[in-house]
């Protein structure tokens, strides 16, 4: 199985701030990786797929890139609505598996 | 529009049965592959389970045997069956349809299992 190795699991940026968070493959992935966010209590919500494809209506703030074992998400300008937590899934092949997390706070 | 919705969820004793379904509308389940995925209490996204619109499936290691994914053409529905539930299933099980990785979801149904 392919293990995602997402960093960091948690931070604290200010609104405006610029944004990045990691995701590394244990093996060669190509661009098959997606981004989401998610709110408490609600479903995911995809933001990024083929690595670096902004999904339809997404603020282009929003921006991924990578390709192989290494990918990151950057988030330009950070806004209030986007305080949430930040996932990466690969599906170059099954299982498909998600990165542990990252949990983006209010400083 | 796109619409998925589970049903199904609820409280069952270990070792207990549920079937999850999720009615999809706006599209059709057979062309497309579908997955579910799970999120326990407090933890991460957990990929359950894939159907093809070929039919072929797959399922993750820690259902593998127990969980049996299906649809209904006919009713536009997207099934799992749980089998010899454990504790360790309890979570929020979601829908979704499947597009490079799930893309579009449903709102979610929860399963606990507990004696």
């Known amino acids: 199985d392919i293990q995602m190795t997402q960093s960091p699991s948690s931070l604290s940026a200010s609104v405006g701030d610029r944004v990045t968070i990691t995701c590394r493959a244990s093996?060669?992935?190509?661009?098959?990786l997606g981004w989401y966010q998610q709110k408490p209590g609600k479903a995911p919500k995809r933001l990024i797929y083929?690595?670096?494809s902004l999904q339809s209506g997404v603020p282009s703030r929003f921006s991924g890139s990578g390709s192989g074992t290494e990918f990151t998400l950057t988030i330009s300008s950070l806004q209030p609505e986007d305080f949430a937590t930040y996932y990466c899934l690969q599906h170059n092949s099954y299982p498909l598996t998600f990165g542990g997390g990252t949990k983006v706070e209010i400083k | 529009e796109v619409q998925l919705v589970e049903s199904g969820g609820g409280l069952i004793q270990p070792g207990g049965s549920l079937r999850l379904s999720c009615a999809a509308s706006g599209f059709t389940v057979s062309s497309n592959y579908m997955s579910w995925v799970r999120q326990a209490p407090g933890k991460g996204l957990e990929w359950v389970s894939v159907?093809?619109?070929?039919?072929?499936?797959y399922y993750a290691d820690s259902v593998k045997g127990r969980f049996t994914i299906s649809r209904d053409n006919s009713k536009n529905t997207l099934y799992l069956q749980m089998n010899s539930l454990r504790a360790e299933d309890t979570a929020v099980y979601y829908c979704?349809?499947?597009?490079?990785?799930?893309?579009?979801w449903g709102q979610g149904t929860q399963v606990t299992v507990s004696s």
């Open positions: 159907i093809y619109d070929g039919g072929g499936t």
């Open positions: 979704a349809k499947d597009n490079r990785g799930p893309f579009q």
């Open positions: 083929a690595a670096s």
């Open positions: 093996q060669g992935i190509r661009s098959d």
